[in-house]
Each structure stands twice: as C-alpha cells, then as structure tokens.
T-cell receptor
Framework: EDQVTQSPEALRLQEGESSSLNCSYT??????LFWYRQDPGKGPEFLFT???AGEEKEKERLKATLTKKESFLHITAPKPEDSATYLC?????????????FGAGTQVVVTP | DTEVTQTPKHLVMGMTNKKSLKCEQH?????MYWYKQKAKKPPELMFV???????INESVPSRFSPECPNSSLLNLHLHALQPEDSALYLC????????????FGDGTRLSIL
C-alpha cells in the first residue's frame, strides 16, 4: 500500500534561517510527486511536480528535489509570508486513474 | 485569486437540514473532485467526476450526494449530516481525470450543529 510520510510535523524558523522539509514515499511505481502549499482556511496551492529521481524545481525561495525514496523542499532565507502548511502527494503508476496520496503535511512558521 | 470558486465560504446547518455546496471552474477542465479535510489532516478524496459523469465514489455515505450539471459546475448536496461531518470541503479540477496539477478552491467550512 502506498505511504507518504512528511517530517517534521511542525517547523519554526527565524526569518532568513534556511531549512528543509522531507517527504518519504513508498509506491509501486512513481507517476509523479507533487508539492502544495496551504494557508489556514484556504485550499492547497500547487507548487511543483517532480517525475524522476534527480529532478529539481525552483520557485523564489523554494526548491524541490527528488530521489527514489524521498523528496525535499528546501526553503532558503524564508520570510514570514512563507508560513504555511506544505503538503506532499504522490501518484502511483499502478493506480488505475491517478489518485493523489497526500502526506500529513509540515506546518511551517517563520517569525520576523 | 483561485480559479476554482466555491460557495458558500462558510455554512452552519442542523442535522435535519438540506443544503448544497457549489463549485465552479472556467479553465475547461474535464475532471472535478470533492475532498473533505479535517483540521490538521490532509485532504481525503470523496468523489471524482470525469466528463460530467461520476467516475469514483470513495465509499462516501449517501447523506452526501454529488451532482455535475455541466462541465463547469459541481455540486455537493447535503442531507441529514452528523456532527463528525464538520470539516473543510474542497473542490478541485484538472484537465483530465488523474491529470496534474489539480487546482483547488478555497473550500466551504461546514459546521454541523
């Protein structure tokens, strides 16, 4: 059965203090790995798609990387507006239609 | 601004009421989804519509009844809900069923008294 585990559950950072979030996954075959950002009371906002080991994507202060067993979301010199819950999700190639399996998320708080 | 619009933003209802949640997208997407999200938990898939037909029902209780009147609209009809059904209900859409990325609305915060 597919599993997606995110760590840590919560992360408190000072503004400018870089850090990384982890998403480890177990799938029969990876169709894609997705990162979303969710602000309180809002829906998830799509950030990145990664398809194969070694792939990297960047957007402003965020950089996502992928290995065969895990993905990292690196936050470089974070600002308070980067505070959010970051969700990781995977699609398994053996799933007939491509259901998203979400991790529980990492809640990030960046203080000034 | 999200491209998937959900109304209402908040809804309080009694266990005997009937209400509906609405979702609209104008991106030409042919797949639409309903998710339920409890506090500090990830979204849980409820239903998938593909080309206006119900494709997936994740064993959701019959007190939740989805409807897709056309390719841009998705409704979720609610009847005789239980307090444990209180949650954030999210709508999402994608180009095709299982296609990525899914675009989410900001949800309807539902409270059952």
């Amino acid at each position: 059965e597919d599993q997606v585990t995110q760590s840590p559950e919560a992360l408190r950072l000072q503004e400018g203090e870089s850090s990384s979030l982890n998403c480890s996954y177990t799938v029969s075959g990876l169709r894609g790995l997705f990162w979303y950002r969710q602000d309180p009371g809002k829906g998830p906002e799509f950030l990145f798609t990664l398809y194969s080991a070694g792939e990297e994507k960047e957007k402003e202060r965020l950089k996502a990387t992928l290995t065969k067993k895990e993905s990292f979301l690196h936050i470089t010199a974070p600002k308070p507006e980067d505070s959010a819950t970051y969700l990781c999700a995977v699609q398994d190639t053996t799933d007939s239609w491509g259901k998203l399996q979400f991790g529980a998320g990492t809640q990030v708080v960046v203080t000034p | 601004d999200t491209e998937v619009t959900q109304t209402p933003k908040h809804l309080v209802m009694g266990m005997t009421n009937k209400k509906s949640l609405k979702c609209e997208q104008h991106m030409g997407h042919r797949a639409m989804y309903w998710y339920k999200q409890k506090a500090k938990k990830p979204p849980e898939l409820m239903f998938v519509y593909s080309y206006e037909k119900l494709s997936i029902n994740e064993s959701v209780p019959s007190r939740f009844s989805p409807e897709c009147p056309n390719s841009s609209l998705l409704n979720l009809h609610l009847h005789a809900l239980q307090p444990e059904d209180s949650a954030l209900y999210l709508c999402a859409s994608s180009q095709e069923e299982g296609g990525q990325p899914q675009h989410f609305g900001d949800g309807t915060r539902l409270s059952i008294l």
